[in-house]
DNA sequence: TTAGGCAATTAACCTAGGTTAATTCTTTCT
DNA sequence: AGAAAGAATTAACCTAGGTTAATTGCCTAA
């Protein structure tokens, strides 16, 4: 894959939504990182002000206490925008890392750059404000699941979300994106078994 | 306050974001609802698709779980956009209530024909961003302190974040906020005041 | 083929926070 | 002022999930 055609899928990905962009304005240079499996795109801390697209691959948003303790707060498949929409916005650190959970092909540009430069598009703002309300509305639902459910609850809906990736995940991640230790899922896996025959 | 100085206020709170709006082209009409404290300015379940805008008072955001425990989202203090982003923008029915503490004053347009009419603006579609993003970073900020710190730890960070709300909120809506009962609250408390003689 | 290393399970024990209920302290209403 | 209702505290007990560590299974590399 060229730098044209990562440009294309790039593109594509936007005009899907069907708003008219004019992707002439944007002259910024795109950067291509090529992201090998348990490697990360970004650490944690890091200053990540710039806007992600993952091609190709699967990678997970993990954020780890001051104990230690890792909680991955998102599954990432592509094609779709990845980042962190903070540190972006805010030029602040990242609370989290981006980890590949497989080989994974990424493009990027400065946010700050891309912005000055898309902000004049009405098709770009509505494509924009459409993201923005669709992570939000994410963020949303996903609080709710963990203020109302109990983590064996969760786990079965994450069973029910994420099919394909139930079997083929390390379950420290599953847990991790549970909000319990391995310990207690393979316990809540455990009681599940016998209680369904 | 009657109806045309509720439109300036809420028309000044976006022009305060330093874009330049249009507001000429809102003709939709402007409901107006006053909210004694104790009540709701929707419940749970509802279907509200509404954008509304506290203009004074202070409200919260209230879940409840199948078992009737009730959660606290966010505590809204004026002025400021109130309402749900994803009944809004989804159509579908909202997750929480919103419940006034004091009494208080809210005016609300119809979303969908709010959003017609103002999406050809490009000062409000920016706004419109600004303010996704910030309730955003808000929601992740949080997520964090939840799945990061323990409850003693959350309701530090209250008592820093909302000095003035510490001592004016019954303490069940302050546990509520941090994710636990009253009891387990006040024995934080207790151990606290111990603590730190 | 086997040794080394990691992932998952299991068991024993621990702890933060939930539950219930009794007690005290505050409001508020008459 | 006194009664009634609600808010906060305290205590006793319970439970989900954390911690540590031993055991088993699986994969890979020599």
Redesign the pocket.
Known sequence: MDRIQLQNSFEAYFNELGYDIDWQRLTVPMEVHVIQKGDYLFQQGDAANRLYFLHSGLMRYVSVSD?G?EFTQTFAKSPRIIGSTKAMVTETRVLFGIQALENCMVSSYPWQAFYAQMRHDMGFLECYARFLERIFIIKEERENAFVKH???RRYLDFCAAYPELKNTL???QIASYI????????????KLKLSQG
Do not use: C, N
């Open positions: 104990e303790k109990s983590a064996e390390p379950q420290q909000g319990i230790t391995p310990v207690a899922l393979s316990r809540i896996r455990q």
